[in-house]
Every structure is written in C-alpha cells, then in structure tokens.
C-alpha cells in the first residue's frame, strides 16, 4: 500500500521530545537508535547541545549519517568517559559548562560505567544516583530534553529508568527500529527507500474511526492508496542511522 501523492502527512517513527529526563531503553548496547534520535530532536530545535559519552556510542560517522544535514550537530559537543568516576565528573560539570539556551542533552548508556567494576559497588550506586539527580534538575534548570540511553537490564539500568520521567523502549523488527513510547503510536518504520507504513497511519489518514467496527475508508480513498502491496513510499528518504 502506497501513500496518496496528494496533501499526505507524512509517517513518522521517531517519538517528539518532551522536556525532561528521558530514556531510551534499548536491547543492547550501541549508539545507532540513540544517535538516530538525538539528531532528530536537534533537527527539530536547533542549538547548542552537550553529550557525554559511554562505550563509544557517540561515534562521528554513525552521528553524521543520522542527522538530515551537517549543520545538525554543528552546536554539539561531546565529553567522553571511561570510569564511572570520569562519567559522574563530566555530568557534575554540565551544570558549569552548559550555554543559555541550551536545547539537548544526552548521556550516552549511562548505566555501563557504574556496571564495570572499577568503583566498588556502593560507590558506583552513589555516584550514579548523584549524576541522576544532576540530570533532574537540569532539565529543569534549561527547560530543555535530557536524553539518557541504557542498554540491557540490571540493577544500574533499572534505577536510572526509574528516575526518568519518560521511558522510551526501543525495539528491533523486521521492518526497521521500533521507539515505543508513552501515549505514541508507531506510523511508520524508515526501511530502504522509503516508510513501511502501519495500520494506525491510514486510520489517521482516512478518519476511520476504530471504535466503531462500521466506520471504514471510501472505496474512492482505499483505491487512491492501494496501487501496490504494503510497502515502503518511493520517494521519502532515509534519515536515520
């Protein structure tokens, strides 16, 4: 099923950001979905914006690839961490080194310092929970998203899901990355030259109303949209990672 060539909105796979502590929970470690996402959020709302790194997620090539234009990320900075000791550092000085009208934040798997075992237990759960909190009161110091990725479960990965204010568990289909995220529905997934467009989007698109099993698309309006089997649009570009 194709897209009308017509006044059509087009599908989106990527939830909008929201002021405050927001985490992407994803089944592995790795930047692709975070970079994907923070390049978007910076797309939509330009400006300076810090990223404090772990594990290499904030690699230039999967960043560039994923932005729609170079000057995406031309207000970006990136610190990166090695211990957790290094990490909770480099968040406690956010606070000194973040610019007026600072539009995004991002800790890259803020959970894996604290996991790796060269601070002992006890004081990598109290350096966590003390960069946790820095990250609180950043978000609403700027009024600005603060985007915290974690990979995989375990205790560190479950406190910092726990203190954020929007969970956002990220998926991998076989039609491309999933973001689910509170109160969202997926429309679309960005596969090889195109969208492969969900139930929900023609729901939109058509004002098929899906509380009631008697209201359906015009034969006129299915027949527009029908021109080939459920597949990607033709002409609407990859921008992700």
């Given at each position: 099923m194709r897209l009308p060539t017509t006044d059509r909105p087009a599908p989106t796979d990527r939830p909008?950001?929201?002021?405050?502590v927001t985490v992407l929970r994803t089944e592995r470690a790795g930047g692709g979905a975070l970079a994907r996402l923070a390049t978007d959020w910076l797309a939509r709302?330009?400006?300076?914006?810090?990223?404090?790194?772990?594990?290499?997620?904030?690699?230039?090539?999967r960043l560039?690839?994923?932005?729609?234009?170079r000057r995406t990320l031309a207000g970006l900075r990136v610190a990166r961490a090695f211990t957790a000791y290094q990490h909770a550092e480099l968040i406690r000085r956010l606070p000194r080194r973040a610019r007026p009208g600072t539009r995004?934040?991002?800790?890259a798997d803020a959970a894996r310092p604290y996991r790796e075992g060269d601070a002992p237990d006890d004081e990598a759960r109290r350096l966590r929970r003390a960069g946790t909190a820095v990250l609180t009161e950043l978000a609403a110091a700027f009024d600005c998203p603060v985007l915290v990725s974690v990979a995989g479960a375990g205790d560190h990965a479950d406190a910092v899901a726990d203190a954020a204010d929007r969970v956002i568990e990220c998926e991998?289909?076989?039609?491309?990355?999933?973001f689910d995220a509170p109160g969202e529905t997926v429309r679309g997934y960005r596969v090889a030259g195109g969208w492969q467009t969900t139930v929900p989007y023609w729901v939109d698109l058509f004002g098929v109303d899906p509380a009631d099993p008697l209201s359906t698309a015009s034969?006129?309006?299915?027949a527009a949209a029908t021109t080939g089997p459920l597949a990607a649009t033709a002409d609407a570009g990859d921008g992700g990672g």
């Open positions: 909008a950001p929201e002021p405050g709302d330009p400006g300076p914006a810090y990223w404090v790194d772990a594990g290499g997620a904030a690699d230039t090539r560039y690839d994923a932005a729609p234009t995004l934040m991002v800790v991998a289909t076989p039609f491309g990355t999933r034969p006129a309006a299915v």
